[in-house]
């Protein structure tokens, strides 16, 4: 997907680097189980599963700029309603308390002419997590 040519519409740009996103963590043997998953608290991009631990998954998409880093923009309001949201999808999905999960930032910046130059995951980047495993 490096080669792609990104659309110039914000949610254009959102759905390419969560695609980005999603291909990454397949590289990384993940099985995703939801997109987009929604509920009260807000959304969570993605939902996976690596080995035998949860990943929730926020990601940031940029295009790429001087100034401010895309993971920057993840402010306490959000970081809160995404702790929310994953309490959300343990109890939706009847997981057990003791379900080992994080909350994971990938950053996608993009440059002008659509090409990924920048692809990185940020592991634990919200709350403490689950249970330890």
Known sequence: MSGASTPLGKA??????????????????????ARNW?????EIDLVARLGGQLLFVEVRTRRQAPGAAPEESLGPL?????????????EAANLAEETPWRIDLIVVEVSIGGR????EQIESAVGEGGAAG
Request: charged share 25%; proline share 0%; glycine share 6%.
């Open 12 to 33: 254009a740009l959102g759905s390419f680097g969560e695609q980005v996103a999603e291909a990454y963590l397949r590289r990384q043997q993940a099985v995703i189980l």
């Open 38 to 42: 929604r509920c009260r608290h807000g």
């Open 78 to 90: 959000k970081r809160q309603r995404m702790e929310r949201a994953a309490y959300a999808y343990l």
């Open 116 to 119: 990924v130059v920048r692809l």
